[in-house]
């Protein structure tokens, strides 16, 4: 199996394709957004914050990598039995995190809810010796995903400029225990987990990290020696890798890119593992909600990812899967370690550094590998095509969109069930090449006990880029498959239904009324979701999964966009939103002391569920391109221009994928 000897060329190669990228047209979408008369809560500082200057790689000690760089090394294995558990529970580690989580969130969320002054409830009197668990995830869908999710995190932060005045709905970050993203989402999540849980506007400001003025296959532009620069240092630090004895795999180029534009660490952190969040302050404080990132495996030598694909979850201690086709953990800072068994074959040698937090976001996002990989074929000829074919001819079609993880840290364990027993190597793709682009099924495992999710879907399910909940009827249809392994999820409609009864233009509850789900104590176990998709409300923000550049006012743009999605206009279109948001959170716990809910939270329950209405079949589930809700008269070149912009990228991507499977 080739996988890696030709790939330092392929990065050469690419700085010479990418730099007659296409170069990105001034967006007038700003403009429209400057014309509304709604009050939006985003600060945006001019220039660097001050204290988010670049941090040297090495302060987190023990931690990084032992050899200070990308490349792995050997250390001293831990005395315990075995690096690998069976599944039947939460971690000891993630269980005492959640503990002391937890005893910040309650009193941010009785704070949260005291100030919506919701009638006839006493938040303090109704949370007394009672712990809610709100989960958070965000889907993938590129920097789109990354951005318009963004929004939503500042729209749920305390910390932004006005995020808890009347109509918002910050503190809820604060208030909530788990995180969740795949793919674009996994970058978001992992820049707030890796940078220490910085507010978005600091991430905005900061000139060290999210600069994605130019794309990060030629993030220097026009300055030719930026970029350069750039490649040396990545192929660098992955023939590191290789020549210690590790076999690579594309994703290790990705994910090192990604880090420069993601990491606020010298050359993006070459040394810096996922594991290492555990050693920042805001995590050894519980001040963040706790990180996870998704996967998906896919068997070597295929290329068919379904429903019954393994699904994986990556998260500060462990690295595993609750699907009985593995059903089992591994730690994950001893990933890259050879054993058996969850034993060492050398007792006293184990491997740390391999779970660098560039790769583990970069395996969350493998579809992207995809699309760089057929570039050399749009439009690209002569000479530079010749040699690009020559490079990544010797990379099989199943090979292009994995992270291979060498050797499996799942070899030998649980023979009777897993698919990986007798795998030397694992082999993972993008979250959700499985259709499930929102990672919810980490949220929904009954050991989590999860209350509410808040579903974040900025997928690109329409011919427009726009979201139409297919996420959530492949969830769905997951647990009655062979791979459901007794979870539940709330019924939601078919996707004809989603886009005929409109459900992605406004927030949609699916599962208020647990006694209509069969599971443990009537249903209650099983979280309510609360689902908010990316839709057109001060910005088009449906750009393209593919698109690797954004100008300024488009970052802000669909940042904006996502604020006001999550706050419906900062409650100028529902004013009663944020006390919706409470009932939401306290509906479980409700249904669970059976107690009738207010009269308030019955309107909302009333305004937001789904009511099981479903369309016939034969029903037309065709979109337009939807207009703004706060719309206003200078819209429509901005309109015009991002539609456009999304056409081009469209059309290449398509290419691109159909070169790529053919």
């Known amino acids: 199996m080739l996988y890696s000897r030709s790939l330092p060329l392929a990065a050469l190669i690419f700085t010479i394709l990418f730099i007659a990228e296409f170069i990105s047209a001034k967006s007038a979408a700003q403009e429209a957004i400057d014309d509304l008369d709604v009050d939006i809560a985003l600060a945006r500082p001019a220039g660097g914050i001050s204290d988010f200057e670049p941090q040297q790689y090495n302060v987190f000690g023990k931690r990084s990598s032992p050899t200070g760089t990308y490349t792995p090394g050997n250390v001293t294995c831990p005395n315990v039995a075995s690096l690998v558990r069976n599944a039947t529970s939460l971690a000891a580690n993630e269980t005492q995190y959640i503990e002391n989580r937890q005893a910040q969130t309650s009193p941010y969320l009785i704070e949260y809810l005291d100030r919506l002054n919701m009638t006839d409830f006493n938040a303090t009197d109704f949370l007394v010796d009672t712990n809610l668990t709100i989960g958070i995830a965000f889907s993938g869908g590129g920097y789109r995903a990354m951005l318009s999710g963004a929004g939503f995190v500042a729209a749920f932060d305390d910390r932004t400029p006005n995020a808890t005045n009347a109509g918002h709905v910050g503190g809820l ?35 060290t990290v999210w600069d994605i003025s130019n794309s990060i296959l030629n993030p220097g532009g026009w300055q030719l020696a930026v970029t350069a620069d750039y490649y040396s240092q990545i192929i660098q630090d992955v ?54 990132v998704v996967a998906d495996g896919r068997p070597y030598n295929t290329n068919v990812v379904s429903l019954n694909s393994t699904v994986y979850e990556i998260n500060p201690y462990e690295i595993g899967s609750w699907d009985p086709s593995l059903y089992a953990f591994a730690v994950l800072e001893y990933m890259g370690t050879n054993m058996t068994d969850g034993r060492p074959l050398d007792n006293a040698t184990c491997v740390m550094g ?95 006990q999860v209350d509410v999710i808040f579903a974040v879907d900025n997928s690109a399910d329409t011919d427009y880029n726009w979201p139409a ?194």
């Open 173 to 207: 970050l604060q208030s909530a225990t788990y995180i969740a993203g795949l793919s674009g989402g996994s970058w978001l999540v992992t820049s707030l987990a890796i940078n220490d849980f910085p507010t978005i506007d600091e991430l905005q400001a900061s000139e």
């Open 239 to 292: 023939r590191g890798k290789e020549d210690a004895g590790f076999r690579i795999s594309l994703t290790d180029y990705w994910g090192r890119g990604l880090s420069f534009q993601l990491f606020n660490y010298t050359d993006g952190g070459p040394s810096v593992t996922f594991s290492d969040i555990r050693n920042l302050s805001a995590y050894q404080d519980y001040s963040m909600p706790f990180p996870i």
């Open 469 to 662: 909940g297919w996420s959530m009827t492949a969830t769905y249809d997951r647990q009655f498959s062979s791979q459901g392994n007794g979870t539940k999820f709330p019924a939601v409609p078919d996707r004809n239904t989603f886009v005929g009864l409109n459900l992605t233009a406004r927030p949609t509850w699916f599962g208020c009324n647990a006694s209509n789900i069969t599971g443990e104590n009537g249903g209650t176990t099983v979280p309510l979701i609360v689902y908010l998709a990316n839709h057109p409300w001060s910005y088009y923000s449906n750009t393209s999964t593919f698109q690797m550049s954004y100008e300024t006012s488009e970052v802000e743009g669909i940042i904006t966009n996502g604020y006001n999605v999550a706050t419906q206009g900062n409650g100028t279109v529902d004013s009663e939103w944020a006390k919706c948001i409470g009932c939401a959170i306290i509906q479980r716990e409700t249904e669970r002391r059976n107690v009738t809910p207010t009269a308030e939270c019955q309107a909302c329950l009333a305004k937001y569920c789904w009511d099981g209405t479903v369309l016939d079949a034969n029903a037309s589930n065709e979109t337009e391109e939807p207009g703004l809700i706060l719309a206003s008269s200078s819209t429509s070149d901005a309109a015009t221009i991002v539609a456009m912009r999304s056409v081009v990228w469209g059309a290449v991507c398509l290419g691109v994928m159909v070169a790529g499977f053919l």
């Open 354 to 448: 391999y779970d660098n937090a560039g790769f583990i976001i970069g395996t969350s996002s493998t579809l992207f590998n995809q699309f760089l990989l057929q570039l050399n074929s749009t439009g690209v000829e002569g000479v530079l095509y010749d040699a690009a074919e020559a490079v990544l001819g010797n990379l099989s079609s199943e090979e292009k969109d994995i992270a291979l993880i060498d050797p499996n840290p799942f070899y030998g364990v649980n023979r009777d069930i897993s698919y990986m027993y007798n795998e030397t190597e694992l082999t993972l793709v993008d979250g959700g090449e499985d259709y499930q682009n929102i990672p919810l099924l980490p949220l929904i495992q009954p050991v989590r």
